[in-house]
Protein backbone atom coordinates (compact mmCIF):
# COMPACT_ATOMS: atom_id res chain seq x y z
CA UNK A 1 0.00 0.00 0.00
CA UNK A 2 0.99 3.54 -0.75
CA UNK A 3 2.30 5.99 1.91
CA UNK A 4 0.00 8.14 1.59
CA UNK A 5 1.87 11.98 2.34
CA UNK A 6 0.40 15.35 3.52
CA UNK A 7 -0.12 18.97 2.00
CA UNK A 8 2.58 20.05 4.49
CA UNK A 9 5.95 20.09 5.82
CA UNK A 10 5.39 18.18 9.14
CA UNK A 11 9.45 18.51 9.51
CA UNK A 12 9.11 21.01 12.11
CA UNK A 13 6.22 19.67 13.92
CA UNK A 14 6.41 19.41 17.50
CA UNK A 15 4.42 16.91 18.86
CA UNK A 16 5.65 18.07 22.92
CA UNK A 17 4.13 21.68 22.31
CA UNK A 18 1.62 20.72 20.29
CA UNK A 19 0.20 17.58 20.17
CA UNK A 20 0.36 14.78 17.54
CA UNK A 21 0.33 15.47 14.04
CA UNK A 22 -3.24 15.60 12.56
CA UNK A 23 -3.61 12.27 10.08
CA UNK A 24 -3.72 12.82 6.33
CA UNK A 25 -7.35 12.00 6.86
CA UNK A 26 -8.12 15.09 9.10
CA UNK A 27 -6.05 17.29 6.90
CA UNK A 28 -8.12 16.26 3.69
CA UNK A 29 -11.77 16.36 5.59
CA UNK A 30 -10.56 20.04 6.34
CA UNK A 31 -9.39 20.47 2.73
CA UNK A 32 -13.12 19.19 1.66
CA UNK A 33 -14.68 22.27 3.14
CA UNK A 34 -11.75 24.76 1.50
CA UNK A 35 -9.76 27.13 2.07
CA UNK A 36 -6.75 25.03 2.08
CA UNK A 37 -3.36 26.44 3.99
CA UNK A 38 -3.38 27.85 7.44
CA UNK A 39 -7.15 27.86 7.85
CA UNK A 40 -7.91 23.92 7.08
CA UNK A 41 -4.64 23.49 9.46
CA UNK A 42 -6.19 25.15 12.13
CA UNK A 43 -9.21 22.77 11.24
CA UNK A 44 -7.63 19.72 11.00
CA UNK A 45 -6.07 20.40 14.08
CA UNK A 46 -9.57 21.35 15.91
CA UNK A 47 -10.84 17.63 14.37
CA UNK A 48 -7.66 15.84 16.74
CA UNK A 49 -9.28 13.68 19.69
CA UNK A 50 -7.88 16.34 21.97
CA UNK A 51 -8.19 19.01 19.68
CA UNK A 52 -5.95 21.96 19.64
CA UNK A 53 -5.36 25.96 21.41
CA UNK A 54 -5.22 29.00 19.66
CA UNK A 55 -1.23 28.72 20.77
CA UNK A 56 -0.63 25.41 18.97
CA UNK A 57 -2.42 26.49 16.21
CA UNK A 58 -0.12 29.81 16.18
CA UNK A 59 2.88 28.06 16.50
CA UNK A 60 2.55 25.14 14.16
CA UNK A 61 1.63 27.88 11.45
CA UNK A 62 4.63 29.33 11.99
CA UNK A 63 6.56 26.06 11.58
CA UNK A 64 4.81 24.59 8.95
CA UNK A 65 4.03 27.34 6.99
CA UNK A 66 7.33 29.73 7.97
CA UNK A 67 5.49 32.90 8.48
CA UNK A 68 6.28 34.66 11.89
CA UNK A 69 2.91 35.31 13.68
CA UNK A 70 0.64 33.18 12.04
CA UNK A 71 -2.58 34.64 14.06
CA UNK A 72 -5.17 32.86 14.83
CA UNK A 73 -7.39 31.09 12.20
CA UNK A 74 -11.14 30.87 13.85
CA UNK A 75 -13.17 32.71 10.75
CA UNK A 76 -13.36 29.70 8.79
CA UNK A 77 -13.92 27.08 11.98
CA UNK A 78 -16.31 29.49 13.27
CA UNK A 79 -18.34 29.51 9.80
CA UNK A 80 -17.89 26.10 9.25
CA UNK A 81 -20.05 25.56 12.63
CA UNK A 82 -22.36 28.41 11.68
CA UNK A 83 -23.12 26.38 8.67
CA UNK A 84 -23.72 23.03 10.45
CA UNK A 85 -20.84 20.99 9.14
CA UNK A 86 -19.12 20.86 12.61
CA UNK A 87 -20.28 20.67 15.71
CA UNK A 88 -18.11 22.20 18.94
CA UNK A 89 -17.24 19.91 21.45
CA UNK A 90 -16.85 21.00 25.10
CA UNK A 91 -13.11 20.76 25.40
CA UNK A 92 -11.22 21.44 29.28
CA UNK A 93 -8.88 24.45 29.21
CA UNK A 94 -5.57 23.88 27.67
CA UNK A 95 -2.51 24.20 30.25
CA UNK A 96 -1.95 28.14 30.16
CA UNK A 97 -5.88 28.35 30.49
CA UNK A 98 -5.99 28.61 26.63
CA UNK A 99 -9.26 28.20 25.20
CA UNK A 100 -9.08 24.46 23.59
CA UNK A 101 -10.75 24.52 19.87
CA UNK A 102 -12.05 20.87 19.61
CA UNK A 103 -14.90 19.82 17.02
CA UNK A 104 -16.61 16.71 15.31
CA UNK A 105 -18.32 16.38 12.06
CA UNK A 106 -21.90 16.84 11.65
CA UNK A 107 -23.99 14.21 9.53
CA UNK A 108 -24.27 17.02 7.31
CA UNK A 109 -20.52 17.57 7.57
CA UNK A 110 -19.89 14.15 6.40
CA UNK A 111 -22.53 14.04 3.62
CA UNK A 112 -20.57 17.46 1.83
CA UNK A 113 -17.26 15.32 2.35
CA UNK A 114 -18.67 11.87 1.50
CA UNK A 115 -20.25 14.39 -2.19
CA UNK A 116 -17.01 15.73 -2.75
CA UNK A 117 -18.13 19.20 -2.46
CA UNK A 118 -16.27 22.04 -1.32
CA UNK A 119 -16.84 25.80 -0.31
CA UNK A 120 -14.62 26.75 -3.04
CA UNK A 121 -16.18 27.60 -5.91
CA UNK A 122 -15.46 25.01 -9.07
CA UNK A 123 -12.50 26.18 -11.37
CA UNK A 124 -13.05 24.65 -14.76
CA UNK A 125 -10.15 24.53 -17.34
CA UNK A 126 -10.41 26.77 -20.22
CA UNK A 127 -7.83 27.09 -23.29
CA UNK A 128 -6.05 30.58 -22.63
CA UNK A 129 -6.71 32.45 -25.68
CA UNK A 130 -3.33 34.93 -26.78
CA UNK A 131 -3.85 38.43 -26.14
CA UNK A 132 -3.85 40.42 -29.02
CA UNK A 133 -1.48 43.25 -29.64
CA UNK A 134 -3.22 46.62 -29.51
CA UNK A 135 -1.89 49.29 -31.68
CA UNK A 136 0.07 51.91 -30.00
CA UNK A 137 -1.69 54.94 -30.26
CA UNK A 138 0.27 58.36 -29.82
CA UNK A 139 -0.72 60.63 -26.88
CA UNK A 140 -0.87 64.09 -27.00
CA UNK A 141 2.69 64.40 -25.31
CA UNK A 142 4.59 62.52 -27.90
CA UNK A 143 3.07 64.65 -30.43
CA UNK A 144 3.76 67.42 -28.94
CA UNK A 145 7.24 66.32 -28.46
CA UNK A 146 7.19 65.33 -32.29
CA UNK A 147 6.04 68.64 -33.19
CA UNK A 148 9.40 70.65 -31.41
CA UNK A 149 11.18 68.31 -32.66
CA UNK A 150 10.31 68.94 -36.18
CA UNK A 151 9.82 72.86 -35.66
CA UNK A 152 13.57 72.82 -34.17
CA UNK A 153 14.88 70.78 -37.29
CA UNK A 154 12.99 73.55 -39.73
CA UNK A 155 14.57 76.68 -37.61
CA UNK A 156 17.77 74.86 -37.77
CA UNK A 157 17.82 74.28 -41.93
CA UNK A 158 16.54 77.79 -42.14
CA UNK A 159 19.29 79.56 -40.04
CA UNK A 160 21.71 77.35 -41.71
CA UNK A 161 21.40 76.10 -45.07
CA UNK A 162 24.98 75.77 -46.33
CA UNK A 163 25.83 73.77 -43.66
CA UNK A 164 23.01 71.32 -43.71
CA UNK A 165 23.60 70.81 -47.98
CA UNK A 166 27.24 70.51 -47.05
CA UNK A 167 26.36 67.62 -44.48
CA UNK A 168 24.01 66.27 -46.99
CA UNK A 169 26.90 66.26 -49.32
CA UNK A 170 29.37 64.78 -47.03
CA UNK A 171 27.06 61.49 -46.18
CA UNK A 172 25.85 60.78 -50.04
CA UNK A 173 29.64 60.92 -50.98
CA UNK A 174 30.62 58.41 -48.22
CA UNK A 175 28.01 56.08 -49.05
Same mark, same amino acid.
Given at each position: MAKQTSHYDFSKWSNKACGPRPTVDLINTAHGFGKPGKQSLAVAMALRSGGTTANQVLAMIEAVFNVPGGRPQNNHRTRLIKAGWLNRLPAVAGDSNHTCYAVELTAKGKAHIAAGHTMAPALK??????AKA?? $? $??????? $???????????????? &????????? &????ASS
Open positions: AEPVKPKA $R $RKGAAQK $RGEAKFAAAVAEAVAA &NPEVIDAQI &NADV
